[in-house]
């Protein structure tokens, strides 16, 4: 095809999206106008016009931020249909003049045909057209014809098919919105019922993650009341990976969305590192639930074990013995510690109480007694220092004494696990990202303290001159925006989507199905990528979080990522470490082989940079450098000299639903071996590639470990 007739066409395409950008401005101004006029309702004078003005304001705000993300790409996809009807599609939905529709919502029945028509069942649509812009400005078309048989003869189709586009486009460190680019069964998992599990599975490279985005953003606008009053959390496995994905549901005209790693969930705490794989394998472990009961029952540490007080003729005293009989008393029927407070005071003058047998006491009545032990300093400090209010963190501190550790544990950990416990909280200052779920655990067992819940004011940092400048609801919303906000009930979401969901250990499960006991779920992974190392262990709990919801189920079949050169390699591993892996099948050849490196140990560190070097000159976007835990922060000196916005190294965790143009795997047979479940974390690592892969190794034959991993493996 000529230049000049695909000149033609994206001049013509362009001639549109001038015209919706037009529609957009307009729409801009009427919404400043809707907010200026409900300013000015609040100068009538009556409450009814300070609510009007809130009213106002608060939709003119969300109406001008959904505009202001569409900007981007805003027309994306046109159908041709039959009817000769034209249907443009994009971002969000706009009218013309006239208030006839200009562009479809992508989230509208309207739409659906765009991304279900297939050659085989075209839906009345003749051709499907992707246009590719970078900021207002049209730079490419790709079209699929879809029914020849009826198509005009002098019909234009344009390029190699959209999905082909998006796939050899450079990857930044975002990941982007292909929303243009859903294929039938993908758009099936987006469109699923919003009730109970959503279950997308499939292989590398076949877009589950932002199927999974897509269905979020698509469930607003169905029914957005619910799920944006209720609110949407997002869970992914690292921070990097949700730094990488951040902006896709922005892109899409959605924030009212939470997104979290899996050490960020529980507010107040955060989690950055993982522990050892043998650390990790005890935390995560279910065990851990009955041990961390135990300690969430225990005295707090440097608690007073004796109290005595002389009551007219009686000696009063509290022993350890009294103490513990009070405490069980206290947590009896399941109440939570700190839900027990109110009650301490009493309990202990109860036990107190029940001492005195002299007639001067008798005489002068209980009451009294309460009244002089409510007065007196000494008893109220005993009470604070025995029964202080405690938060999940402080009481998992209490499981780095050894002694303490053995007691709770019993039989249910060895002493060579409790050993690996305290060395890990003694060695790190900070929490590991297993902790965070431990800390949730506890959070959960002892309570909130039950007291008046002081609301945040978001003016209340502002100078009083700037008071009047912030003075209405969708005003305070932006301002608290900056602010970190505490959610008291955890459970209460409306939607929950769990991305790379075969990696959650079973304590990992409980935490995150606390946030959604009454949420749809949108559950996102692929067993054969699983980094957690007993996968049926994961699944009791899974199974228990979800408990009761209706499962939809969805497998995507076809590898849109890796060149089939690069995924042939990849499979390998699989099959070798995993019994009957779902692999998807890779639809491109490059032609470009992978190439596998045997370097000395004293010359791999020049080897990796030097393969890095001629990736930089070969591909035009990111390149992933993949390495071993244990030589993390050797590799990263290695590459300090290089361009660190196009390079990043990482470990196999890490690398976990990220994509690169390029991607060289350091010592593929260390990161196998260095976990129970290396080999298909090394799978993951593998399966990163769009265009170039390289390994490097000072191993010959680094993949003869996997078939001997298989046999070892915890799946089995």
């Given at each position: ?5 695909v ?8 001639a ?7 529609r957009?401005?307009?729409?801009a101004?009427?919404?400043h106008?809707?907010?200026?006029e409900?300013h000015?309702r ?9 609510v ?22 805003i ?5 041709d249909l ?18 006839e ?6 989230r ?15 839906m009345?649509a ?5 246009l590719?812009?970078?900021?207002e ?14 198509a ?8 190699e ?14 990941m ?6 859903i294929?039938?069964e993908q758009?099936e998992a ?12 499939g ?13 979020v ?6 029914d ?14 690292s921070?990097?990976?949700m730094?990488?994905?951040e902006?896709?549901l ?28 043998e650390v ?15 300690a969430a029952?225990d005295?707090?540490p440097?608690s ?18 009294s ?6 008393q206290l947590l ?20 107190l109480?029940s001492?005195a ?7 002068r009545g ?5 009244n002089?032990?409510l ?8 009470v604070a220092?025995?029964?202080p209010?405690?938060?999940g ?7 780095a004494?050894?002694?303490?550790l ?10 060579a696990?409790c ?5 890990s909280?003694?060695d ?11 800390i949730?655990?506890l ?10 819940q ?6 209340g940092?502002?100078a009083?001159d ?6 209405t609801?969708?005003?305070r ?28 250990s ?14 749809s779920?949108?559950i996102?992974?692929?067993?054969a990528q699983?980094?957690w190392?007993?996968p ?8 228990e ?11 995507l079949?076809?590898n ?10 990849a ?7 995993v ?6 099948e ?19 560190g ?7 070097r ?8 990111t390149?992933?450098?993949v390495?071993?835990v244990?030589?993390r ?6 590459l ?13 965790l ?17 990161i ?5 479940a ?10 990163r ?7 490097v190794?000072t ?17 089995r």
């Amino acid at each position: 095809m000529s230049e000049h007739v695909v000149e033609r066409e994206i001049a013509h395409e362009q001639a549109f999206v001038d015209r919706v950008h037009q529609r957009l401005e307009a729409a801009a101004v009427s919404a400043h106008a809707l907010a200026a006029e409900g300013h000015g309702r609040a100068r009538l004078g009556h409450e009814g016009g300070l609510v009007e003005r809130d009213a106002m304001v608060f939709q003119a705000a969300r109406r001008i931020a959904a505009l202001d993300a569409a900007r981007e790409g805003i027309v994306f996809g046109r159908l041709d249909l039959r009817d000769t009807d034209r249907r443009y599609i994009g971002r969000i939905g706009l009218r013309d003049e006239s208030r006839e529709s200009l562009l479809v919502d992508w989230r509208a029945p309207a739409a659906a045909v765009f991304y279900r028509a297939t050659a085989q069942d075209p839906m009345n649509a003749l051709r499907r057209r992707v246009l590719r812009s970078v900021g207002e400005t049209v730079v490419g078309v790709e079209d699929e014809l879809l029914d020849a048989e009826h198509a005009p003869a002098d019909m234009v189709v344009v390029g190699e098919g959209a999905l082909m586009a998006e796939i050899s486009r450079a990857r930044d460190r975002s990941m982007h919105s292909v929303v243009a680019t859903i294929a039938r069964e993908q758009d099936e998992a987006i469109r699923s019922p919003e009730r109970g599990v959503t279950a997308i599975s499939g292989g590398p490279g076949t877009g589950k993650t932002v199927v999974a985005l897509h269905r979020v953003a698509y469930l607003l606008y169905t029914d957005r009341r619910r799920f944006e009053s209720g609110g949407v959390l997002v869970i992914g496995p690292s921070p990097v990976f949700m730094h990488y994905i951040e902006r896709v549901l922005p892109s899409l005209g959605e924030t009212a969305v939470t997104l979290r790693s899996l050490g960020d969930v529980v507010d107040g705490v955060s989690g950055v590192e993982h522990d050892a794989p043998e650390v990790l394998a005890i935390k995560g472990s279910a065990r851990m639930r009955y041990v961390l009961a135990s300690a969430a029952r225990d005295f707090v540490p440097g608690s007073p074990d004796h109290f005595r007080v002389f009551y007219r003729d009686d000696v009063l005293t509290l022993d350890p013995h009294s103490l513990g009989r009070v405490r069980r008393q206290l947590l009896a029927n399941g109440q939570r510690r700190n839900r027990a407070l109110p009650r301490v005071q009493q309990a202990l003058i109860d036990a107190l109480w029940s001492q005195a047998r002299g007639e001067r006491a008798r005489a002068r009545g209980r009451d009294e007694f309460v009244n002089e032990m409510l007065g007196s300093d000494e008893f109220m400090d005993f009470v604070a220092r025995w029964w202080p209010p405690v938060d999940g963190a402080a009481v998992l501190s209490w499981l780095a004494d050894p002694v303490r550790l053995r007691r709770y544990a019993r039989r249910r950990l060895s002493d060579a696990e409790c050993a690996l416990l305290v060395k890990s909280w003694t060695d790190r200052p900070d929490w590991s990202v297993e902790d965070i779920p431990l800390i949730d655990e506890l959070r959960y067992l002892i309570g909130d303290v039950p007291v008046l819940q002081q609301r945040y004011d978001p003016l209340g940092d502002l100078a009083d001159d700037e008071v009047h400048e912030v003075s209405t609801v969708a005003d305070r919303q932006l301002v608290a925006q900056a602010k970190p906000s505490q959610r008291i009930e955890d459970d209460g979401f409306a939607h929950v989507l769990v991305d790379e969901a075969q990696d959650l250990s079973p304590m990992q499960w409980r935490m995150v199905g606390r946030r959604g006991r009454y949420a749809s779920w949108t559950i996102v992974g692929d067993a054969a990528q699983s980094a957690w190392p007993a996968p049926p262990e994961a699944d009791v709990a899974r199974a228990e979080a979800l408990k009761g919801k209706p499962l939809h189920s969805f497998r995507l079949s076809v590898n849109y990522r890796n060149s089939k050169e690069i995924f042939d390699l990849a499979a390998q591993v699989a099959r070798l470490a995993v019994e009957a892996p779902d692999l998807p099948e890779a639809v491109r050849a490059t032609g470009n082989e992978p190439l596998q490196l045997v370097a000395e140990e004293d010359v791999l560190g020049r080897e990796v940079i030097s393969q890095v070097r001629m990736l930089l000159g070969v591909v035009d976007g990111t390149i992933g450098v993949v390495v071993p835990v244990a030589c993390r922060t050797e590799s990263r000196q290695w590459l300090d000299g290089l361009d660190r916005s196009r390079v990043s190294v990482l470990d196999g965790l890490e690398v976990k639903g990220l994509e690169f143009d390029a991607v060289v795997v350091v010592q593929p047979g260390e990161i196998g071996t260095e976990s129970p479940a290396g080999w298909r974390t090394l799978y993951v690592a593998l399966s990163r590639a769009t265009k170039r892969l390289v390994t490097v190794s000072t191993e010959r034959d680094w993949m003869a470990g996997a078939a001997s991993a298989r046999r070892d493996d915890g799946t089995r």
